[in-house]
């Protein structure tokens, strides 16, 4: 079955960049997302990306697509300390799918 | 504008119990989910629906029923509580048309 696969943990300064990363394995996923969770709250969607782009910008969040590689990534500039949460990467899986599998998340540490 | 509510929001179980989790959307989204997420798994695909009248099976089916008589209403019911139900709980919907899926604010589930 599909897999996507995260890096548990990132601590960055704030001020500086944040990259988190993400890879899949389904070649066919035609949609790409990003979700912040904060500590005891929902899910709340921050991008996502088609399959058939390489960059999508948004403010401060820039998501990079390499589909060879089927790596994802999701970059944060001048990471503020609101930025600390965790930071889940999903899949959908395909054309009429609805189903979204996603990574175990990323925590994501802002040190003052 | 409600989007997708959750109740309740917490709730303590003993082992064996039944219960309900109830999930609701006004936005007249065919697709809904529900999903669990335990610590270091991220979130693990339960029960989905396409439309009323539909159900199907997701990753982790077992111990837990679903059913959707109304295009609104996607409930989650547990039969008998088991320890390892322990956890967060998140409904999710989505249109048949659009790349956004909106998620509740989660269910904070405990079997003792």
């Known amino acids: 079955g599909e897999d996507v696969e995260q890096s548990l943990f990132l601590s960055v300064r704030e001020g500086d960049s944040s990259v988190i990363n993400c890879t899949y394995t389904?070649?066919?996923?035609?949609?790409l997302y990003w979700y912040k969770q904060e500590p005891g709250a929902g899910l709340q969607l921050l991008t996502y990306i088609f399959s058939n782009m390489d960059m999508k910008q948004d403010q401060r969040l820039t998501v990079l697509l390499n589909k060879k590689d089927k790596h994802l990534s999701l970059r944060i500039a001048d990471t503020q300390t609101g930025d600390s949460a965790i930071y889940f990467c999903?899949?959908?899986?395909?054309?009429?799918?609805?189903?979204?599998?996603f990574g175990k998340g990323t925590k994501l540490s802002v040190i003052p | 504008n409600a989007g997708v509510t959750q109740t309740p929001k917490f709730q303590v179980l003993k082992t064996g119990q039944s219960m309900t989790l109830q999930c609701a959307q006004d936005m007249n989204h065919e697709y809904m989910s529900w999903y669990r997420q335990d610590p270091g798994m991220g979130l693990r695909l339960i029960h989905y629906s396409v439309g009323a009248g539909i159900t199907d099976q997701g990753e982790v089916p077992n111990g837990y029923n679903v059913s959707r008589s109304t295009t609104e209403d996607f409930p989650l019911r547990l039969l008998s509580a088991a320890p390892s139900q322990t956890s967060v709980y998140f409904c999710?919907?989505?249109?048949?048309?659009?790349?956004?899926?909106?998620f509740g604010e989660g269910s904070w589930l405990t079997v003792v």
């Open positions: 999903a899949d959908s899986l395909g054309a009429g799918s609805y189903q979204l599998t």
């Open positions: 999710a919907s989505r249109p048949t048309s659009g790349n956004t899926i909106y």
């Open positions: 389904d070649s066919s996923s035609t949609y």
